[in-house]
T-cell receptor, first 116, second 115 residues
Framework: EAGVVQSPRYKIIEKKQPVAFWCNPI?????LYWYLQNLGQGPELLIR????????DSQLPKDRFSAERLKGVDSTLKIQPAELGDSAVYLC??????????????FGPGTRLTVL | GENVEQHPSTLSVQEGDSAVIKCTYS??????FPWYKQELGKRPQLIIDIRSNVGEKKDQRIAVTLNKTAKHFSLHITETQPEDSAVYFCAASTGPGGGADGLTFGKGTHLIIQP
């Protein structure tokens, strides 16, 4: 099966510009996650969706970050305006969660953002 | 919230020797503990995981142990090979079945296998 797809893979922008990242999860996965990974660090959760609903966005900097998953499938993460400190890899992951059933999180290849 | 500490940050072992990476967590409600391997420029990939109702799990050369009382878990790799060189992340999560919630990751261990 196809894995988690993200685009673009790389993005270079100037500070104060907007930027958007797109993620298409594995078919049938109802739960989608966005993580931020700084160089030399582990991923940090930004937001988690169950179908269309954002069930955990406590770590999302809402003054400049926004996300949507309108039809419960693919998702977009936006930054407006971008700051120098936003340079990082943005990872999307998906999973199928049903009650107490266990399923691993599969990660996409990430989008590497460089803010100049 | 959950805090996961991971040690060491860098580990160099001779090919064929064993490697052990240790993690501690703070939230006693955490019930799912995966380990991910990430090669340079690649996506994190799950290599093994353990849930809180199990003390040890093994898959060929890889094993994970969990001590819920002490709130620590460890990754053991035996007979290391050059292809084991990568960054390894431990993580912890809560949720009804484990893994439903977002993962809290450690800072990673750069494992270097010396030929």
């Amino acid at each position: 099966e196809a894995g988690v797809v993200q685009s673009p893979r790389y993005k270079i922008i100037e500070k104060k510009q907007p930027v958007a990242f797109w993620c298409n999860p594995i078919s049938g996965h109802n739960t989608l996650y966005w993580y931020l990974q700084n160089l030399g660090q582990g991923p940090e959760l930004l937001i988690r969706y169950e179908n269309e609903e954002a069930v955990d966005d406590s770590q999302l900097p809402k003054d400049r970050f926004s996300a949507e998953r309108l039809k419960g499938v693919d998702s977009t993460l936006k930054i407006q305006p971008a700051e120098l400190g936003d340079s990082a890899v943005y990872l999307c992951a998906s999973s199928f969660i049903a009650g107490a059933a266990y399923n691993e999180q599969f990660f996409g290849p990430g989008t590497r953002l460089t803010v100049l | 919230g959950e805090n996961v500490e991971q040690h060491p940050s860098t580990l160099s072992v001779q090919e064929g020797d064993s490697a052990v990476i240790k993690c501690t967590y703070s939230d006693s409600a955490s019930n799912y503990f995966p380990w991910y391997k990430q090669e340079l420029g690649k996506r994190p990939q799950l290599i093994i995981d353990i849930r809180s109702n199990v003390g040890e799990k093994k898959d060929q050369r890889i094993a994970v142990t969990l001590n819920k009382t002490a709130k620590h878990f460890s990754l053991h790799i035996t007979e290391t090979q050059p292809e084991d060189s990568a960054v390894y992340f431990c993580a912890a999560s809560t949720g009804p079945g484990g893994g439903a919630d977002g993962l809290t990751f450690g800072k990673g261990t750069h494992l270097i296998i010396q030929p």
